[in-house]
Each structure stands twice: as structure tokens, then as C-alpha cells.
């Protein structure tokens, strides 16, 4: 069981490394594709959110390959197609068609529990770019700005 909370954990840390990586292209991406003054500020917007998203699908596809040659490593499954095997545990969808063989039925889990913090981070970074866009084309109104001073 041991080993198996230390592979886990192993191709984890690679993966959020690869986000955190990922991270760091998306907001370069974002902050180099707003210009101050755009003729169509919701088509640009569109796109940079387009760019990120293409962006953070292609971080998730290599954490799921990195799942996926794990499992062939540690031979988790009999004769399976690991990269689905792979792709049903990370996304948590569970179909239970394929199923570890008793000497790594903690790798599911494990995987999933990586692939929903992934998917939040994911998450928060669309949402975090989307604000910081809207702001700097000057779409959204900031807190607070129609409160009458005192």
C-alpha cells in the first residue's frame, strides 16, 4: 500500500509541475495578447480565453499520458487500455469497465484526486485571466465606482 501512496504521490508532484509550468504560459499568453485599445474587445477577449483553454486541455492530455505510463510501469491493469483507463480515473467519470488489479486499486483514487485539484487550478486560472481581461479592455465596471464618495 506503501508503494502505491508513493508512486501516487510521485507522478502528482510531476503533474502539478507541469501545471504549474503550464500556468506560467498561460498568463504569459494572456498578458502579451491584450493590447490597451482593441476595435473588438469581445472578439479579442474570445480568443484569448479560446488560447488559454486550448492551453490548459493540452496540460490536462500530458497529466493523463503521465498517468497512463505509470500504469503501464507498475502494470495496474491486465491487458487494459491504460490511456483510457487513465482518462475514466483522472476525470473522475468511474465507469468501472476496467479495473486495477488488487495490487494497485489505490491508483484510481489517487488519480482522481489529482485530476479534480488539476481541473480547479484549471479552473481558477480561466476565471482569474477572464477578470484580468474584461479589466484591462475596460468591460467591467471596478467595485465600488458608482458609490457616491463621502
Known amino acids: 500500500m506503501m508503494l502505491q501512496f508513493l508512486v501516487g504521490t510521485l507522478v502528482s508532484v510531476i503533474n502539478i509541475g507541469i501545471h504549474a509550468l503550464v500556468t506560467v504560459v498561460a498568463v504569459t499568453i494572456a498578458r502579451s495578447a491584450v493590447p490597451r485599445h482593441t476595435r473588438r474587445p469581445r472578439l479579442h477577449l474570445m480568443s484569448v480565453m479560446i488560447a488559454i483553454a486550448v492551453v490548459l486541455k ?5 497529466e493523463i499520458l503521465m498517468w497512463a505510463a505509470t500504469y503501464h510501469i507498475v502494470h495496474a491493469a491486465d491487458d487494459a487500455d491504460l490511456l483510457y483507463f487513465a482518462f ?5 467519470l468511474g465507469y468501472g ?7 494497485w486499486r489505490l491508483i484510481g483514487p489517487l488519480t482522481a484526486m489529482n485530476g479534480v485539484l488539476l481541473f480547479g ?7 482569474e485571466v477572464l477578470l484580468r ?6 468591460l467591467t465596471e471596478k467595485p ?3 458609490m457616491p464618495r463621502a
Open 58 to 62: 493540452i496540460a490536462h492530455m500530458l
Open 88 to 92: 475514466v480515473n483522472y476525470t473522475t
Open 97 to 103: 469497465d476496467i479495473t486495477p488489479v488488487p495490487e
Open 121 to 127: 487550478w484549471s479552473a481558477a486560472i480561466l476565471f
Open 133 to 138: 481581461t474584461l479589466e484591462h479592455l475596460g
Open 144 to 146: 465600488g465606482a458608482d
